[in-house]
């Protein structure tokens, strides 16, 4: 299987979310989270709000029985919304956030450049 099958067969598991319709499930209580790495952060600013969680260290933050678990994990409940820079990345760790019993883990379609392009809120790369 090469990895093009592999992220389509993963999108068929879960609802993707697009930049308005993530918005508007943060402001029902879901959690927007930040996979990109630092230097992507520093150089196209964030999302206002938004958990910054790196990928590495995904699984461990958003299980609430993991004992490294952020305060957001209050339970297997939780809807958790991750994005990385394009929406590639934050697919696959939507899905092994499904794995390991988090069931409402989708990821942004498109990642944090569409949510720009939508105009919604962004903060200022550092080095701007």
């Given at each position: 299987m090469t990895i093009d099958a592999?992220?389509?067969?993963v999108r068929e598991t879960f609802e993707r979310l697009g930049p308005r319709?993530?918005?508007a499930a943060v402001r029902e209580g879901a959690v927007l989270v930040d996979t990109r790495p630092a230097f992507q952060r520093d150089a196209s600013g964030t999302v206002p709000g938004a958990l910054i969680i790196e990928r590495n260290h995904l699984e461990w933050r958003c299980d609430p029985a993991s004992g490294a678990s952020v305060p957001e994990a209050t339970?297997?409940?939780v809807r958790w919304i991750v994005f990385c820079d394009e929406g590639y990345a934050s697919s696959l760790a939507a899905a092994s956030l499904r794995a390991i019993g988090l069931p409402r883990a989708t990821d942004l379609d498109g990642g944090f450049q569409?949510?720009?392009?939508?105009?919604?809120p962004v903060t200022p790369p550092s080095g701007a």
């Open positions: 592999h992220l389509a067969a319709e993530a918005h339970g297997r409940d569409a949510w720009r392009r939508a105009g919604l």
